[in-house]
């Protein structure tokens, strides 16, 4: 049994690193476990939203991402089932500047190590190819520790506080019985890398259809990230066959087979969901939970991983105040802190992509809103700002916005009769 760290960090993806570097550069002393080694794949939309350069930036990973060839997003195109396309840009948000004004998107067998190592370089001890399997509880019924699985067999580790950066399927959210699930939406992903897509140019792109979305965005190397949420009852016909209902899905596009005429999936095709997780709170005593183990709704807006790099900034220093904490009672107290602020820092974006979910799984609520953007291209930039992180998500939570959008067209407008393309 180890006990020489004063926190234990479940998961080496965006969250753990970043929760782990902010705990490491705040003098804790941080042990870091993942199941995995590294570097490893993982299913997402590999896309990053302005405003986590910053935060790239402030682990000295940025320029590093940059140097590994990450691709450059200037803004965001949606496509309704109609065929209406609004487009949105980053840069013309109505004077809000964020750390830049473009995104970055770049694949999350790259990104992932280099943020794994900005930790250990800030004095982060990780430990790879350890799966967590157990907490561990004290006395009074606080978790102290975990068991883990390796190749050396079953070890525990001890330390006084434990956070889950496990992820959607997280091992401590579900000993912790914290988790819950909302019964809709409930959708599955189905993620793949593509070489030689046509007409990719900047932007990442959103099809929404009546039986699911894609998204596509160009990332690193060349590659276009090509991702497939589909209900699950659609979903489930993928079965065995998650390659084939790719193919087919495609292929019954006519926005999208001819633009994958000639191109080569370069990977397998992985599945990940259902979502719409969401924690009851985010904390125990003795431990706290960040990123998508704390909630995940819906892929559509690409919150995922600032949203993992900054709530390990965010969890951070009322984690290093649990630690100070003469009593388990003042430890407590800074956890609930944590969860409050955690509240009042995404609240507004977990409404916005709650509407955003309510939107894409309904045809006719999806042709207005695309509809109305693509006429007020101003209100498309100002939702791709709150899509990016630099625009404050009240800016589209407004009763002015909101009902521009639902009012500046009439319900039965006709179809738009823009080019299907989204190329320029």
Known sequence: MSTNADVIVVGGGPAGSSTAWHLARGGARVRLLDRARFPRDKPCAEYLSPEASRLLQAMGVLGACERAGAA??????????????????????????????????????V?????????????????????VTALLTGAGGEVNGVRTLGAAGER????????????????????????????IPRRLAFVAHYRGV???????????????????????DGLTNVAIVAPVDVARNARGRAGGFFDAWIAARPQLAPRFAGAARVSGVAVTGPFAQRARRAWAPGAALAGD?????????????????????????????????PTLTGANDALAAYDRARRIAFGG????????????????????????LATAPELADLFV???????????????RFLARLLFSLPRAAAPATQPVSPAP
């Open 72 to 109: 450059q997003l200037t803004g965001m195109i949606v496509r309704s089932p109609d065929g209406t396309i609004a487009r949105g840009n980053f840069a013309a948000a109505h004077g809000f500047r964020g750390f830049r004004d473009r995104g970055l998107a770049l694949r999350r067998v």
């Open 156 to 183: 525990e580790y001890r330390a006084p506080l434990v956070i889950g950066a496990d992820g959607l399927r997280s091992v401590v959210a579900r000993r912790l019985g914290l988790t819950r699930f909302a019964r």
């Open 111 to 131: 990104l992932d190590a280099l943020l794994l190592g900005a930790a250990r370089d800030a004095g982060v001890e990780v430990l790879e190819g350890e799966q």
């Open 349 to 372: 974006k977990w409404k916005v992509e709650r509407l955003v979910g309510l939107a894409a799984g309904s045809p006719l609520i999806m042709n207005h809103v695309a509809r109305a």
């Open 198 to 220: 046509r007409g990719m140019n900047g932007f990442g792109e959103m099809h929404v259809e009546r039986d699911g979305y894609c998204g596509l965005a160009t990332v690193d």
């Open 385 to 399: 700002g709150v899509a990016g992180d630099f625009v404050p998500p009240a800016a589209v939570l407004s009763p």
């Open 293 to 325: 183990a704390a909630d995940f709704f819906d892929p559509f807006t690409g919150e995922g991983i600032y949203a993992a790099l900054r709530g390990g900034e965010l969890l951070a220093p009322f984690a290093l105040a649990a630690l100070g904490a």
